[in-house]
């Protein structure tokens, strides 16, 4: 696990764009996971200024997000295809057919699972997914637990979860869906390479507890301590409880 730490939020997450940049001048078929949430909508930014100057093509990608709210899809404002269309699809050359997020609304979630999780195999994996940390440990939406799935499921969002989303149902957490689709654990852990982007103080002690603390389902973003290429870009108030530091903030 290489940990890089950066001054402020907006270089932390311009440093994740440049990698998966980096990654898609390699790769130009790249398989890449997303994520959604406050945190990377600067690293979107990034990419999205970047296609714009004629550094970056999309056309021969292919993404697939974290998760999704069960209930939820294309054409709902709170959903997170509305939202990786508002920050990234709509303003790539990425192709529509290319741009996967599990269907919140299908009338048959088993299905749509099985189905995600097929096409990500089809797709011969994930080359490289950006994650980010929810403050109870979670990635994607899989959240604390006894026991977490390996594939591509449908799960109960805690309270504060459905906190942290209420900005996107007019601050009303309990307008939240109940219930999200995520990859599981597995499915992530099978990406080749991972890029955790975490920013804030808020998310200190989380970051502590799952880069150096045990690895238990209970904070799930530890399990990434057993993957061989994980890098971890932090801002200096994230990386604020981590002793001794994990490396020198970048300017």
């Known amino acids: ?12 997450a311009a440093a994740a764009a440049a990698r998966v940049l980096d990654h898609l001048r390699r790769q130009p078929a ?10 990377p909508v600067l690293m979107y930014r990034a990419l999205v200024r970047a296609y714009r100057a004629g550094r970056a093509d999309f ?3 292919t993404t697939f997000n974290l998760d999704e709210f069960a209930g939820l899809g294309r054409g709902d404002a709170g959903s997170y295809r509305s939202y990786m269309e ?24 088993r299905r749509e699972v099985s189905r ?6 089809r797709a011969g994996g994930l080359d490289v997914i950006v994650l980010g940390l929810g403050r109870n440990g979670h990635i994607g939406f899989n959240e604390p637990a006894d026991q ?3 594939h591509t499921h449908r799960v109960a969002l805690q309270p504060a979860t459905r906190r942290t989303n209420a900005h996107l149902f007019g601050g009303m957490w309990q307008a939240v869906p109940t219930h999200g689709l995520s990859m599981g654990v597995g499915t992530i852990l099978g990406a080749r390479q ?17 880069l150096t603390g045990p690895i ?36």
């Not at 508002?86 to 979630?109: I, M, T």
């Not at 991972?194 to 799952?210: D, H, Q």
């Not at 994980?230 to 409880?241: G, T």
Request: proline content about 7%; overall charge positive; aromatic content about 4%.
């Open 194 to 210: 991972i890029i955790l982007l975490v920013t804030g103080a808020a998310k200190a002690r989380m970051v502590s507890r799952a």
């Open 216 to 251: 238990t389902t209970r904070v799930p973003a530890s399990l990434l301590q057993a993957h061989p290429d994980v890098i971890v870009i932090l801002d200096r108030a994230a990386a604020a409880n981590l002793w001794p530091p994990q490396s020198q903030p970048r300017r």
């Open 148 to 150: 977490l799935q390996a």
């Open 30 to 39: 790249l398989v890449l996971g997303m994520p959604t949430g406050d945190t």
């Open 86 to 109: 508002a920050h990234l699809f709509d303003r790539v050359n990425l192709p529509a057919r290319n741009a996967c997020v599990p269907d919140g609304r299908s009338a048959d979630w």
């Open 1 to 12: 696990m290489h940990v890089v730490t950066y001054a402020t939020a907006a270089r932390a």
């Open 59 to 61: 056309s021969r990608a």
């Open 116 to 121: 995600y999780e097929q096409r990500i195999a």
